[in-house]
């Protein structure tokens, strides 16, 4: 009998693309993802790991590249379940995890945890426990989130007073071709007199005219959705 073939999806925030790579964060979601597959008798068609990706930001989705290959992936072939670790690993952001939620049941796509079970992309008419279990770890998972960047920017400020290098991650719109192509969707969302044009023609349309994400994969849906809400 055929199994059912899945995809994992790993995520890591590690701003240390080698220690990301070499760290066992890798080899204990996959252990993680693959007990719970097992169980359930399916099998992994491929492995997705996005490194030094934060999961806190409305933002982290047009960085996602691994998770943009897969997404796409997913929609155009038969392959329609992937698994994560843990919810975090999806996201830690509420808002966030209901965009890719919505995206995912648009597409008949299920996500599901191996630390619980649960199918994340279940809404809450479906199944309103889960879905107030999973907003209320999310919550407390931002909560502490916002401690350990209050701690950092304490930090900073420290660094930045003894006049020492900070790093971070550049704003969305700072760079010069991300502006250029921010204003581009502008353009493309909202023509004077015309109709306007949907997220997938737009990705379509800078695809076809060059633009990129920051790390040089094509553009999808998600990154204009963000750049929509970045509008905003």
Aim: proline letters at 1%.
């Amino acid at each position: 009998m055929n199994r059912k073939l899945v995809y994992a999806y790993l995520r890591t925030s590690n701003q240390n693309s080698k220690n990301a790579k070499d760290g066992d964060s890798r080899d204990r979601q996959l252990k993680k993802i693959k007990s719970f597959v097992r169980s359930k008798g399916w099998k992994i068609e491929q492995v997705f790991y996005d490194l030094s990706v934060s999961g806190d930001t409305g933002a982290d989705l047009s960085e996602r590249d691994e998770w943009n290959e897969m997404f796409a992936k997913m929609i155009s072939n038969g392959v329609k379940t992937f698994v994560v670790a843990d919810q975090m690993r999806f996201s830690r952001s509420i808002l966030t995890a209901e965009v890719m939620k919505a995206d995912c049941r648009e597409n008949g796509i299920s996500a599901f945890d191996a630390s619980t079970g649960n199918d994340l992309t279940i809404n809450d008419v479906e199944n309103p426990e889960i879905d107030l279990i999973n907003n209320v770890m999310q919550a407390i998972a931002k909560y502490d989130k916002l401690k350990v960047v209050q701690r950092l920017q304490s930090g900073r400020r420290k660094a930045k007073k003894q006049g020492k290098s900070i790093g971070g991650q550049a704003r969305l719109g700072k760079d010069p071709k991300e502006l250029k192509m921010i204003e581009r969707v502008k353009e493309l969302r909202f023509p004077k007199g015309k109709r306007r044009m949907s997220l997938q023609k737009i990705a379509d349309q800078l695809n076809e005219e060059g633009f990129t994400t920051r790390r040089n994969g094509i553009i999808q849906v998600i990154q204009v959705r963000n750049i929509l809400t970045f509008l905003k």
